[in-house]
């Protein structure tokens, strides 16, 4: 007979509206019987680790337009994360297998279509939570960002928004391989100086202390910014806009600012994409998943030999996944926030 | 001894704030000597046609960014004309030579610098004001905004603002020899008639009878918008960014309605830029003159065949310049806003 065992899940407890906050998730104990349904063709997960993404607000909250689906109240979130295969109904997938991919904030899960829904972890010489972060959505973000939309030349004049969250990071560590010249902007005086002096950004600074954001990127950035990587929205955006460089371009990934607010903050001096002559480009980056065996042939080994460094800021359990959600729009994570849910 | 001639000339009187007026402009009435100056290597033109542009507000206001420089109050203001070279001081420019370029609003000038700011005309099988329109400043930059920044593609819906306009209006031939669906908006009952009945647009609507346009576009494109032409800016962006399809893409040509205003109106919505993965890309299109030939090669059969039509509105005088440019915003034109100053 299968073993049943006690399950935590965090559930949604209804439509969002405005700021998140703890009391939007509820936390409660089921039990699981761990045993595929007879016939299934999806595999039975453990749970391992889950990643936090700022994009996830958006499906607490209903919409008939949201990019991706909704949540549904009293069922559990969904996002992504790194699960080993307790059972299996599907020929790709055997027991043991690490996977990663969309999976449910649960101890043990059910997926349908693993297919879809999963890839299979083949390299195990790094840690299995890399594949939350830079192995994961978070570091194909940051190549297709980089690679297909920017592309920055040697010596150009980089600014990255969101500096020490987990795609900011990557992208400030590819650009200085590139050899641009970096400017990042954080919320804090440890991130400002984490970016400084452990990635060796050309200039940092603290948003937060920044009255007038056009007159800090005037200062740190005073020849102007040809390629911006957008992560904030809202206020950043114009101000950036006012300091862009001709022909400059802007790769659209995130406008993490423009999350929870109910109506979202129009942006001034979009006569300037004209006048300068700019690219905005928008991506969602499950459009570029094909690019994966390609993006793992160029990190792994820059992960390998150092040249390329993950960060990660872990909480441990379950339980501590609302607060995950909820401190990341605070800017409290520095690198990728991620939550151990079990180590195996 | 050189004849001496009356010149009317259309003077800045000062830097414009807001809405520009007739008053903000001085008609003078001097008179000219009707020689080059000794060993210039300029060239002495008389006036034939201007051509009136939006662009031209933003050289009327004193900015230090300006992307073209600002007028000098008391002087004339400068604009693309087509004229005719009385004398010449340039190896490349003769007497007899018609020109079409950057002149002054006056009836003659002397323009220092001909290899940069004027173009032979080398077809006369059209008739010269076209150079004002279709084969000058105004046809470039519907046949960039086309060809190089949105490309359409055969059955896709183009919706084009400022319709009626002179860029509006080949960009709707163009789309249609495409193969487009194509929507456009303008500012009277007289245009969208035309725009439906004379030039095959499959959609139109007067933006001025909708309350909301965003509800105005869903009624006109139902599948929405899969590129986009922007002449306006404002209002009319944030409702096409809400109407957008996947992979769509704007080109930024102008923003008309930003050009009277003090502070820019601000646009929301621009999350869709990365939900729907949409392209905003502007261009100035003095930096595509190198593909006149090219251009030239394609259009001026289309014209001798009937195939492309080139629509004028022309005042007579110099005279007429001011209330023909404060005009245009008020949108009075139906196509190519022209001053005729002279018939040779």
Redesign the interface.
């Known amino acids: 007979m299968a073993q049943v065992v006690s399950n935590k899940r965090v559930l949604l407890k209804d439509y969002v509206v405005g700021q998140t906050k703890e009391s939007d998730m509820i936390l409660k104990s089921d039990t699981i019987e761990l045993k595929l349904p007879q016939g299934s063709n999806g595999v039975l997960v453990k749970l391992l680790y889950l990643s936090i993404d700022p994009y996830m607000r958006s499906q607490m909250s209903y919409s008939e337009d949201n990019?991706v689906p909704s949540f549904t109240p009293g069922s559990p979130l969904k996002g992504y994360g790194v699960a080993k295969v307790l059972e299996s109904g599907h020929s790709k997938f055997k027991k043991g297998d690490f996977v990663w991919g969309l999976v449910g904030w649960e101890e043990y899960s059910i997926i349908n279509d693993p297919e879809t829904d999963l890839f299979k972890i083949e390299d195990n010489d790094v840690p299995l939570s890399y594949y939350t972060g830079i192995l994961g959505m978070t570091g194909i973000t940051a190549y297709v960002a980089f690679n297909e939309i920017c592309s920055p030349k040697k010596g150009e004049y980089v600014y990255i928004s969101a500096a020490a969250g987990s795609v900011g990071l990557l992208l400030g560590q590819f650009s200085k391989a590139r050899g641009c010249y970096v400017i990042g902007s954080a919320g804090s005086k440890e991130k400002v100086d984490l970016l400084k002096n452990k990635f060796g950004f050309d200039e940092a600074f603290n948003y937060k202390e920044e009255k007038d954001l056009d007159a800090a990127l005037k200062r740190y950035c005073p020849k102007g910014i040809d390629v911006y990587f957008e992560n904030v929205?809202g206020k950043m955006?114009e101000a950036v806009l006012l300091n862009m460089r001709l022909y400059g371009r802007i790769a659209?990934?995130?406008?993490i600012s423009?999350h929870n607010v109910v109506?979202?903050?129009?942006?001034?001096?979009?006569?300037?994409?004209?006048?300068?002559?700019?690219?905005?480009?928008?991506?969602?980056v499950h459009?570029h998943y094909d690019l994966f065996p390609k993006y793992y042939e160029t990190i792994l080994p820059l992960i390998k030999n150092g040249t390329i460094q993950n960060v990660e800021d872990v909480s441990e359990g379950l339980e501590s996944a609302p607060a995950a959600l909820v401190g990341m729009f605070a800017g409290k994570n520095v690198g990728k926030k991620v939550v151990a849910v079990a180590r195996e």
């Open positions: 990019f929205g955006l659209g990934i995130g406008m423009q109506e979202e903050e129009p942006v001034r001096y979009l006569l300037s994409v004209i006048t300068k002559r700019l690219t905005m480009k928008g991506f969602v459009d």
